[in-house]
């Protein structure tokens, strides 16, 4: 709805961290993210509720689009 993000089907979590500026910290908190995502998902990294819960928590929308 803010127009931060461009969304295409085919992209991968990692092609969007192009969407936030190079020296936004955010990028690099998103990276962080997508990398544990990636764990998760295809290391065979365990995630259990309280994990998954912080990463939901870190990986809020209101932190990546700014109200403005």
Same mark, same amino acid.
């Given at each position: 709805?803010?127009?931060?993000?461009?969304?295409?089907?085919?992209?991968?979590?990692?092609?969007?961290?192009?969407?936030?500026?190079? %020296?936004? #910290?955010? $990028? +690099?908190?998103?990276?962080?993210?997508?990398?544990?995502?990636?764990?998760?998902?295809?290391?065979?990294?365990?995630?259990?509720?309280?994990?998954?819960? %912080?990463? #939901?928590? $870190? +990986?809020?929308?209101?932190?990546?689009?700014?109200?403005?």
């Amino acid at each position: 709805a803010r127009n931060v993000v461009r969304f295409h089907p085919s992209r991968t979590p990692r092609e969007y961290l192009t969407d936030l500026p190079a %020296g936004d #910290r955010r $990028r +690099a908190d998103l990276h962080q993210l997508v990398d544990e995502l990636y764990r998760y998902a295809f290391g065979g990294t365990g995630c259990g509720p309280e994990q998954f819960e %912080g990463w #939901r928590t $870190r +990986a809020s929308t209101e932190r990546y689009a700014s109200s403005t």
